[in-house]
C-alpha cells in the first residue's frame, strides 16, 4: 500500500473541487495501491504486457477498495512513459518534469 498525498497548492483539483475549497481540518492522503514504475522490457514493448499489469493492478486496487478505502493507484512514472499513463487515465500535479528522474502520477478508481 501506499498514499495519494494531496500537495499543498491551492488551485489543486480533487474530486472536482479546488483545494481551497476544502475546510483547513481536511485530510492530505489518502489510502492508495502503490505499483510504483510498471516498466516493459524494450524488446518486449507494444505486447500489452504493461496493459495487462495494469488490469491486474486495478483489479487488486477495487478488491482492496471495499476493505481498506483504496481508491487510487499511485506511480513513480519515468518522463519518457508518462504518456502512455495519461493514455490510461493517470493524472500528475507536478507541472515542471524536467529534470526529475520519475514523476508521481496517481489514478482515481471509477
Ligand atoms: C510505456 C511502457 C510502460 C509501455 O509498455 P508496453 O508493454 O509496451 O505497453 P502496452 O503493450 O500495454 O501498450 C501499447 C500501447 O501503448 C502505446 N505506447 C507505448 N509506449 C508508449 C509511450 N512511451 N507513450 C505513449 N504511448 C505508448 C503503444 O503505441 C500502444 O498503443 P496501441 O495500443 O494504440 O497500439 C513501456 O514502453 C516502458 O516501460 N517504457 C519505459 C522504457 C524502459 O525503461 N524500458 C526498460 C525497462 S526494463
Not at 497548492?9 to 481551497?20: N, P, Q, S
Not at 485530510?27 to 502503490?34: D, E, G
Not at 510498471?38 to 495494469?54: D, P, V, W, Y
Not at 476493505?67 to 500535479?93: H, M, N
Request: contains cysteine; glycine residues 8%.
Amino acid at each position: 500500500m501506499g498514499a495519494l498525498k494531496i500537495p499543498d497548492l491551492a488551485d489543486f483539483e480533487f474530486r472536482g473541487r479546488k483545494l481551497r475549497e476544502y475546510p483547513k481540518e481536511f485530510p492530505n492522503q489518502f489510502p492508495a495501491l502503490l505499483i510504483g514504475k510498471i516498466a516493459t522490457e524494450h524488446s518486449q514493448e507494444n505486447k500489452g504486457g504493461a496493459t495487462s499489469l495494469l488490469k491486474f493492478a486495478l483489479n487488486l486496487a477495487n478488491k482492496l477498495r471495499a476493505k481498506v478505502g483504496c481508491a487510487y493507484l499511485v506511480a513513480r512514472v519515468y518522463p519518457e512513459s508518462i504518456d502512455w499513463y495519461r493514455q490510461k487515465g493517470f493524472k500528475t500535479y507536478v507541472g515542471n518534469i524536467a529534470e526529475r528522474e520519475t514523476i508521481p502520477m496517481y489514478l482515481e478508481l471509477s
